[in-house]
């Protein structure tokens, strides 16, 4: 008889997660025993029962069995938060390939020895007179801390202490002088559970026009016929969950609609994850579920120390808190009543993680609320392929907002310009004469510009006249780009040398640098336009703590007429005085060798184009492109993102590439080119024979060349797997561990599926 094992983890909160205990599992208890479910164990020289959580069930022994221990019984409340994410690890570890370790260290956190730190509220003391006179002076006196603090009491008296310190960034020693002199105080501990406290009343949330009301109302009346009720009116689960798309153009009011199903499922006792793009995740956003909610939100960020996760993480499992918000890694709020979960800007390529296991949060939400029994709003203006295929099928539930918001707001003009064109006519600036008027006439008017360059640095690429070779990193392989300090700079490995005199291969004194980015950009707009005053935000500029914000409030506060940047400032910013936007070279990202590069420029494109208008004056949008027929560049100049679509699941479908398959991808690394080679010719044997035996169709292509061979020093090839069944992957690593431990020369070996 066949016996089965199960490897234990013991008081997860307590300690670290990577050690699990293997034991008997007793053939009584056999049926019932799986990842998540509490047991109790003998544990330790007295053997005494302990707790701990069955992380995974096996027939493969780990050590002696004549010396292994037998799980005692099943915790009779064994349902607990750890339990359901435990199941969770369980699942994505099935899906992305990774190891049970792995996955456990995603889904929950590991305490930290810190100082307990409480959830703090900083409460405005002065009156609205007052606090008028205060901000005058604070702005008088280039204070900027205390300037944007001022400015949020505007709106409202009451910060959370979190929006304070990570997205107004004000240090604690900023605020003390104010607490000293009463202009501020700190309450600790008390969560504002009415959230109309200390607002005023037409702050406090806007009427849904009717398109907005309709969405809520159907996500509502299919939430609530699901809904099962539990004993006292108490409601636990969903008979069944479905997921959602909210399918609305930019401006059409999706948050507003996000907060109205937020406010219905929370006064059923539910609680609520809302993900957002941390770089969309600023002081405006998050204060507008503030406003609405009030303390009942804890807030992550990826400034947070681990510490401090962990203690938002506590307000949750306390229930001091039931709306969780931030980045990817919020989903794994342990809320033990999760009933809502819901993402915003869905087709962000943020929502995917780059590290093992490289799970999907859109993905990893459905497989949540199926756990919890809730639903999964997906939002966005361009859903992904994936998602609108699925919404048209029906599998997703669809909900649309088909026009702005505010009446009086339109969705901008745009122009496309043809670069080939303008070359010809011997215009060899960046700016081509459209745009270059279009800017001069805003400068005028004194309304702003957004100018959008999807490169950093100064040029491209450096290179040879005499001999025609480009400066290559000499740890990978791709071309180093010159930035503005004389240096040129790996953007893959972070590799940097002074820019040389003399060509590197040949010795020639002929070498610069073509191409552009965006600190040539800032240099070009200066000189074309020396009367505007210039902001530009990149990986560069934000480098330092809060760098974001500040050139963020600088440029809304009007202290800039163009701001340039590459894709940060398109991602979710609101200016009311912007009325361009420029794109300098819409084509920059249809180059790259990637299946989904159309889809990521529509996006980036009808983002940008979005930035425009978003107050009461008309926008305007100049696209520069070498490609004006390009069906991206195309349908994105008209908005069109139906139109887009179906150009491109054509072509999805044609290529099988997802969503008309599950690509998986095996990615080997080595720093010894000969043993990857090996590995790699033994690997493909062993997979192809795995895949026969689980007798699925599929469609396998290499291993090949990374698009990028050589990165960091490490060669990289890629096996792809195209199938419909995904969790092949966990299969084919037990074999490739197998593998790892017998092969001479460090290969490794990650998963990864879309
Ligand atoms: P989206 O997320 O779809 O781009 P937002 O939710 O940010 O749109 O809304 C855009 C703007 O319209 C915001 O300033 C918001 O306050 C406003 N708005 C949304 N719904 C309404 C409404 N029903 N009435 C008035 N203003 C609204
Ligand atoms: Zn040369
Ligand atoms: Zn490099």
Redo the contacts with the bound molecule.
Sequence with gaps: MKQTFANVIIDISHEKVDRTFQYIVPETLKDRIKAGVQVEIPFGKGNSLRRGFVVEVTNQPEFDIDRMKEIAGISPDSVSVQSQLIELAWEIKKLYGSTMNQALKTVLPVKQKTKRREKKTIRCCLTREELTKALEEARGKSYRARTRLFEAFLETDQIPGEVVEHQLNITSASLKPLIEKGTVEIIRREICRDPLKGLQKEETG????AE?QAAAETFWNSYQSRLIQGPEGTSNRLSKEKTWLLY???????????MEMMDRVLKKGRQVIVLIPEIALTYQTVM?FYKRFGGRIAILNSRLSAGERYDQWELAMKGEVDIMIGPRSALFAPFSNLGLIVI?EEHEGAYKSETMPRYHAREAAILRARLSGADVVL?S?TPSMETYSRALSGEYGMLR?QS???SD?RLARTEVVDLREELKTGNKTMFSRCLSAHIQDRLNRGQQVMLFMNRRGYSSFVSCRSCGEAVQCPHCDVSMTLHKNGRLYCHYCGYSLPMPKLCLSCGSPYIAGFGTGTQKLEEMTRQMFPEARVLRMDADTTAKKGGHEEILSAFEAGEADILIGTQMIVK?H?FKNVTLVGIMAADLSLNTPDYRCAERTFQLLTQAA?RAG?GSKAGHVVIQTYQPDHYSIETAARQDYEAFYSREIAYRKMMNYPPACRMSAVLFAAKDEAALDSFCQEAEKRISRILEELSVSFQSIGPVNAPVYKVNDMYRKILYIKCENCDILDKIRDSMDFLMKYSTGAVQVQYDVS
């Design positions: 806007v009427a849904l026009n907005q609305g153009i930019t401006g059409s009011g999706k948050t507003e609609v996000y507008r915003d939002g203006a907002l702005r918001a505010f707001s979710g609101d979005g978003r």
